[in-house]
Structures are given as C-alpha cells and as structure tokens.
C-alpha cells in the first residue's frame, strides 16, 4: 500500500501546484513583484543557456522533423517551462519554515511526436514542483540540464541532448548546432506587446543536425533529421489587446532559416510589434519588421477536441528577401490540450512549405507552426 499512497501524495501536491502557479490573479504589476524585461538583454553564451530565475515564465523549446530510412516521418516537440510562483520579493519576506518540499518554482514539460506516416498525434504533459530532484535547472562542468520527471534537455558545448517518455511513446535525440545562436529583435530584446515590460528575452539554436530514436506502439525507430531550439524568458502577462500568437520557424532548403511571430489582436488585426528574423546558410543573422512580411491564412481546421478553429494552410510573403511560399501542416489533427499543467490547449504541428526566392529560384522548406489563442484565452 505504501506505492499508492505515495501516488495518491504526488498526485495531490501536483493538483494543489496547478491551483496555486495558474490561478493566482493575472492583475500584478511586473514592475512591482517580477523584474520585467525593457533591454538590452546582453545574452552571453553558456551562460544564458541556464535558468533565469527571478522571472516569472520561462521556456527551452524544441521541435524537429525526423525521417526513418524506410521513409516514415515524424515531427516532435519537447517544451520545458519554467514558472515562478512566489513573486521575488514576496518570498523574501515570507521565508517559512524549512522543507525538502518548499519551492518557488514549477517546471513543467510538454511532449510531443507527429507519427505523419500513421497519421498520429501522441502528446503528453507533466510538472513539478523544483524540489527534491523531480524538476529544475542545474549546471555541471558546463553542462546546463533541464529535467522534469524523466523528460530532460542537456546543453553542452557542440551538443544537445533530449529524452523524452510517456506512456505511448518516447524519444532519445542527438542534436548538433550547425549554426550559432541567432538573438531576435533588439539584440535579444523580443517586443510582445506595445506596454511597459511586454517582452522577452529570446535566443535560437536554428539549425540542429538531429540522430536518435523514436518509439511509438513499443516499436523503437531509428531517426535522423532537423530540429529547432528556442529559450525565451519573460514577466509580463500577454497584454489586454492581445488574443495569443502564430509563430512559424522555416528551415529553407537552400540552407537558411526564417522565424516570424504574429502578435494577434482580439479584433482578429496584427499587433505591429510582430516580428522576425532570418538566418542566411552562413549563420548571419537579419532582424525584419511587421511591414517586411504579410501573411495570409488561405484554409482553416476545426478541432473535433475543443472545437476551436486554427488556420490550417498559409501564403508567407517576405518582401525584403523576395521570398513567396505557400505553408500546410503535415498532419491536420496536433493540438495540444494540457488541462493537467499549464491548461493551454494550442496547436504545434510539423509543416513543409514550397514556393520560391531570388530570382524566381524554387524553394522548399520544412518546420514548425505554433497557434495560441483560438481555443480559449492565453493566461500564464
């Protein structure tokens, strides 16, 4: 009996942590109870690949697509997040009794695979509190791991390493950097919204060279293919005009990268504080603003789960880089629902994109597509 009622504890104290992180009100002042980001962000490598603690939202985002040598495909998402519960100086002046148990931090993990050939969605969720070795951040001899209940990301020099499990499925990865991280924005300075402290931090690895294995149905599959790495951190809860966001990472296949946010207004307009960046094959990097890019949403998809309605095919324009390509999803069905964690359901899907560039040059592309806000509101 003693297993069980260590179950029934866990289980418990982890629905006790969703009320507590994701229902405290949304009405606080970032400047007031979390340092909030205004710039420069003055990112430095390792270093930045750690934890950011005093803020009070951050995520390590990973996404690829992978190909078995029998041509099966998969794509993948392993996402780590990172919420500060206790506002900085609350915990200070509340500094309580002493406890294995006692956190200020939950972590939290959303895992992912597209079985595409099957046509597939497996997903799973899982958090923490950052206590007792079951969730966190931590350094070793220049190693910085993030980990959550048998899921972890471990960034080392010249190598990523992910291992995901879940009931159904599991993935081990191998990802090497073939390009060095790309800051967003302003020098690392990410506007999310036109208000004091409506940013993040934000850096990507954009191009990973992926090898490892998937396991879906207890089969176990070896893999090669291209992955994306994101790390982000934040204070300011999305601001009131805004309804959630469309995010796109490209993977062209002449050998550069394009990563564009939409910050979508409730009146169904972009915020003129989207954004993006494109990554030349040399790795050189070149912010674009709102007015360098149009999209248009050409067909939509309706989820049979929530019901929502997300676009579900897209006409990417990119005037400056004479750039024109059309975008779907490689599987219609991937959304994510997490009712026992962050309580976002969002759809994160792999896509491929054809179209051309200079010179009329045919062009094709593969990636992820991340949609928030369409089936009920954004609040973290």
């Known amino acids: 009996m003693k297993p069980e009622r260590e179950n029934f504890s866990l289980i418990l104290t982890l629905a006790l942590l969703a009320v507590i992180a994701f229902c405290l009100p949304q009405t606080y002042s970032p400047a007031a109870d979390y340092p909030y980001v205004s710039g420069p962000c003055n990112l430095r490598f390792p270093l930045d690949h750690a934890s950011h603690p005093d803020h009070r939202v951050e995520w390590w985002y990973y996404t690829g697509n992978l190909l078995c040598d029998d041509g099966a495909r998969y794509g993948f998402e392993l996402t780590f997040f990172r919420i500060r519960a206790v506002p900085v100086q609350e915990g ?14 939950v972590f939290v993990v959303h895992a992912a695979v597209s079985d595409i050939s099957s046509n597939e ?27 959550v209940n048998g899921c972890e990301a471990v960034i080392a ?19 090497v950097p073939r ?39 207890g089969r176990e599959r070896p893999v090669h293919g291209t992955a994306w790495m994101d790390h982000e951190f934040m204070s300011a809860p999305l601001g009131p005009r805004l309804a959630g966001w469309d995010w796109f990472s490209l993977q062209l296949s002449d050998g550069s990268e394009l990563m564009i946010y939409l910050m979508r207004e409730k009146n169904g307009e972009y915020s003129p504080v989207s954004s993006g960046t ?39 324009e990119v005037n400056t880089l004479d750039l024109r390509i059309r975008i779907l999803p490689n599987m219609a069905d991937q959304e ?45």
């Open 92 to 105: 200070k002046l509340r500094p309580g009794r002493p406890s294995e148990w006692r956190a200020d931090q």
């Open 121 to 147: 969605f497996l997903h799973s969720e899982k958090m923490s509190r950052a206590a007792l070795q079951l969730g966190g951040v931590r350094e070793r001899e220049g190693r910085f791991e993030v980990f």
């Open 157 to 175: 020099p010249g190598l990523h390493h992910l291992s995901a499990k879940a009931a159904d499925f599991s993935f081990t990865l191998d990802l």
């Open 179 to 217: 390009k060095n991280p790309v800051v967003h924005g302003e020098s690392g300075l990410s506007r999310k919204g036109e208000g004091p402290g409506e940013a993040s931090c934000y850096y990507s690895f954009s191009r990973l060279e992926a090898a490892g294995n998937v396991t879906v149905g």
């Open 278 to 316: 494109f990554v030349d094959s040399e790795g050189k990097s070149t912010r674009l603003f709102s007015k360098d890019f149009r999209v248009r949403v050409l067909g939509t998809w309706k989820s049979p789960h929530s019901g929502g309605i997300y676009p579900a095919l897209w006409l990417l």
């Open 336 to 380: 994510m629902q997490t009712p026992g964690s962050t309580r976002l359901t969002y759809w994160e899907g792999s896509v491929r994109a054809e179209g051309s560039g200079p010179q009329g040059r045919a062009v094709t592309a593969e990636g992820y597509v991340e949609l928030t806000g369409y089936a009920g509101p954004v609040e973290f």
